[in-house]
């Protein structure tokens, strides 16, 4: 398992210090933070697209989707993601999965990603963090973003497949593959 250095604010950067970063003595896994095993039931959530309506985890049962978290919208990697996605997004819904992204940004944030980008899918906004703090992409509710984790969540609720060392330019691939 690959380790990630989680500095969730500055004062945990000052307290620490660089040179505890560098040594990796803050590193944690994915799995660790509390990353959901395949096989697990995704955690229950309602959260607000870009355009206020709400998307409710019981509404997707009987339904294959992934969600994906991502640090910043409009940010270069979550972007090169986005686009992804986007690009691969027929392919993903003839495979039958539906995709929802997750990120800390408030929906109008969002939802000028959205359309900047032309994103055919919604973007979900847990501002008070409590969706990726239960799965992982988050270790408190002071984080500032979002870990670049994904699940694929099959229709019985399931988590079918986590992702916890996603590379933004080939995870819709990757996703495709998993079908």
């Known amino acids: 398992m690959k380790n990630v250095f989680c500095f969730r604010t500055p004062n945990e950067i000052l307290a620490h210090g660089?040179?505890?970063?560098?040594?990796?003595?803050?590193?944690?896994?994915?799995?660790?933070?509390?990353?959901?095993?395949?096989?697990?039931?995704?955690?229950?959530?309602?959260?607000?697209?870009?355009n206020g309506a709400v998307v409710r985890s019981a509404d997707l049962v009987?339904?294959?989707y992934l969600l994906w978290f991502y640090p910043k919208a409009m940010t270069p990697g979550c972007?090169?993601?986005?686009?992804?996605?986007?690009?691969?997004?027929?392919a993903l819904e003839?495979?039958?999965?539906?995709?929802?992204?997750?990120?800390?940004?408030?929906?109008?944030?969002?939802?000028?990603?959205?359309?900047?980008?032309?994103?055919?899918?919604?973007?979900?906004?847990?501002?008070?963090?409590?969706?990726?703090i239960a799965v992982g992409a988050a270790d408190s509710a002071s984080a500032w973003f979002a870990r670049r984790i994904s699940y694929l969540v099959g229709p019985d609720g399931k988590v079918r497949k986590t992702y916890d060392d996603?590379?933004?330019?080939t995870?819709?691939?990757?996703?495709?593959?998993d079908q």
């Open 18 to 50: 660089m040179r505890a970063a560098v040594l990796g003595l803050l590193a944690v896994s994915n799995t660790e933070a509390g990353m959901l095993a395949p096989g697990t039931p995704m955690t229950e959530f309602s959260l607000p697209d870009q």
């Open 62 to 64: 009987g339904k294959t």
């Open 79 to 90: 972007t090169t993601e986005a686009r992804g996605l986007r690009d691969q997004y027929s």
């Open 94 to 132: 003839e495979a039958g999965v539906v995709v929802l992204g997750v990120s800390f940004d408030a929906p109008a944030n969002n939802r000028k990603f959205v359309e900047k980008e032309s994103l055919p899918f919604r973007l979900l906004s847990d501002e008070d963090r409590k969706l990726a």
């Open 166 to 169: 996603v590379d933004p330019s």
């Open 171 to 177: 995870h819709a691939t990757q996703v495709l593959a």
